[in-house]
């Protein structure tokens, strides 16, 4: 079973033990926080900042939270990328993905360009970390940007994100291969305007991000850089994440209208109850074009459904 670690300060851990309120356990190991087990994931929190995803959905569930290293503009050692100082200030094209740890809906990647003049405006239009924003004010505020500024959008549904992880295919790999895409997308759609950097929230090793795409006819290096917690660090990064958070939305609707059941957002036990209502009105295989598969939501709610 994989194993991912995250950073995290002692706010965010209290974020987190709050989010997992309704699967927290009581049988802490020395040094521990809290110990939460939501579906297909054990999450030990510590006292030192560290937190622990294990089981087949703990790369889905640390993703939302941030990825398995503290941000590398902040610890510009071992050799990690620095960020150039005033990077805040470049004209940037950011990538952000929303998605995967939720079991229902695709993965959406996009790359959104937000040059320098336009810095003002996201600010007036409300862009910011769209972990602190609501659904409502990110329907508007992405309503907004999709008018105002270049992106490009990529929605991996999931009849095609269940094929390629059944050939053995990561999360990892497939984020890759779609943000490399998004941006490559959008920058033959700015051409002859180029960014002067090309910020991707990080969510693995830069090593990493290239082997997995190093097939690819096409891989874009110029310019690129990688960090976590991106969306603090250019609002091109939080103008993407609000227009794929939008997108992913969209596509929660039309899975609802589908299915005749309210589709929940995450990986907890009310995703489980909604996917068992859908097996008995629709089928498993209605179920799973819906649904990236692996995850351990399937077997509960088949469970479920044979009740
Ligand atoms: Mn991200």
């Avoid at 071992?78 to 995967?100: C, H, Q, R, Y």
């Amino acid at each position: 079973m994989a194993n991912n670690v995250i950073q995290a300060n002692k706010e965010m851990i209290e974020k987190m033990k709050h989010h997992y309120g309704n699967v927290l356990t009581d049988k802490l190991p020395p040094g521990a926080v809290f110990v939460a087990k939501p579906s297909g994931c054990t999450i030990t929190a510590y006292k030192s900042g560290k937190v622990l995803f294990q089981g087949s959905n703990g790369e889905g569930e640390a993703s939302q939270w941030g990825t398995s290293e503290p941000p590398k503009v902040k610890s510009p050692s071992k050799g990690t990328m620095t960020l150039p100082e005033n990077f805040a200030d470049w004209s940037v094209i950011g990538s952000d993905e929303v998605g995967t740890g939720d079991f229902f809906g695709p993965i959406t990647v996009v790359s959104a360009y937000v040059k320098k003049e336009h810095i003002p405006l996201m600010k007036e239009l409300g862009v910011k970390d769209s972990k602190n924003l609501s659904d409502p004010q990110i329907i508007n505020i992405a309503r907004d940007l999709i008018a105002a500024i270049p992106y490009s959008l990529l929605i991996l549904h999931n009849p095609k994100y269940n094929a390629m992880q059944e050939k053995g295919m990561t999360q990892g790999k497939m984020k890759a291969l779609l943000h490399n895409q998004a941006i490559l997308n959008l920058l033959d759609k700015m051409a002859p305007e180029l960014p002067e950097g090309i910020l991707i929230d990080q969510f693995v090793e830069k090593n990493t991000y290239y082997k997995h795409i190093s097939a690819q006819k096409k891989i874009q290096r110029d310019r690129v850089y990688f960090s976590t917690k991106g969306e603090s660090i250019h609002l091109a990064v939080a103008a993407a994440s609000i227009i794929a958070r939008y997108a992913f939305l969209k596509e929660m609707d039309k899975l609802s209208a589908k299915a005749g059941v309210e589709i929940p957002k995450g990986a907890g036990k009310h995703v489980d109850i909604a996917a068992a209502k859908i097996i008995k009105r629709r089928g498993i295989e209605e179920l799973k074009s819906m649904t990236k598969w692996h995850f351990a939501n399937s077997e509960k709610a088949m469970k479920l459904a044979r009740k």
